[in-house]
């Protein structure tokens, strides 16, 4: 049983246009990590959320924790065919990760 | 951040066989850890691999399967014992630096196929 569901499960969008990919517990996390992998490759991190409510921006990636520290969300907005990949979410607790099943992004050009 | 390096990154094994990754990270860190990612699926965590003494299994992974060894702070190594078909995955080395939030980091990957 995984504690941290995502949705949607695959997401496919036309380049230029706007996603969100959510990721939803009841447990509630010390921090919570977004990753993207591409086929063959291993987890590459993106962010670090730690305090409820926070968000962060990274160029035109937007991620915000939860204020009860239990869901997060990530935003990319004018999507490009490189935002492509698989993105996990995944929340920590005493060091140790439970990860969200992931959303598969496709963008087309 | 750390630099993880792990060996092999690919390899095609014989059922019944056994392969050991290596796991080397460039700087001392606080907690190494093994996952398994199966295909098409999330990753799992195997087991926590502790400095100088056994490693603690998750649920569902004994050490008889993936003996794991940590002999100092910059690596680790995963032993796949007695390999099957089923064994076909991904498995990936992780750490963390123990600073902004338990942040982890992952290598590459070892992609194992079992023929």
């Known amino acids: 049983t995984q504690l941290l569901k995502q949705s949607p499960q695959f997401l496919s969008i036309q380049e230029g246009e706007n996603l969100t990919v959510y990721c939803n517990s009841s447990s509630v996390f010390s921090s919570l990590q977004w990753y993207r992998q591409e086929p063959g490759e291993g987890p590459v991190l993106l962010v670090t959320v730690v305090t409820g409510g926070e968000v962060k921006k990274l160029k035109r990636l937007t991620f915000q924790f939860g204020d009860a520290r239990k869901d997060s969300s990530l935003h990319i907005t004018a999507a490009q065919p490189g935002d492509t990949g698989l993105y996990l979410c995944a929340g920590a607790v005493d060091y140790k990760l439970s990860f969200g099943a992931g959303t598969t992004v496709t963008v087309r050009a | 951040s750390a630099v993880i390096s792990q060996k092999p990154s690919r390899d095609i094994c014989q059922r019944g066989t056994s392969l050991t990754i290596q796991c080397q990270v460039d700087s001392q860190v606080t907690m190494m850890f093994w996952y398994r990612q199966q295909p098409g699926q999330s990753l799992t965590l195997i087991a926590t691999?502790?400095?100088?003494?056994?490693?603690?299994?998750e649920s569902g992974f004994v050490i008889d399967k993936f003996p794991i060894s940590r002999p100092n702070l910059t690596f680790s190594t995963l032993t796949v014992s007695n390999m099957s078909p089923e064994d076909s995955s991904i498995y990936l080395c992780?750490?963390?630096?123990?600073?902004?939030?338990?942040?982890?980091?992952f290598g590459e990957g070892s992609w194992l196929t079992v023929v």
């Open positions: 992780s750490v963390s630096t123990g600073v902004t939030g338990n942040t982890i980091y």
């Open positions: 691999a502790n400095q100088g003494s056994e490693a603690t299994y």
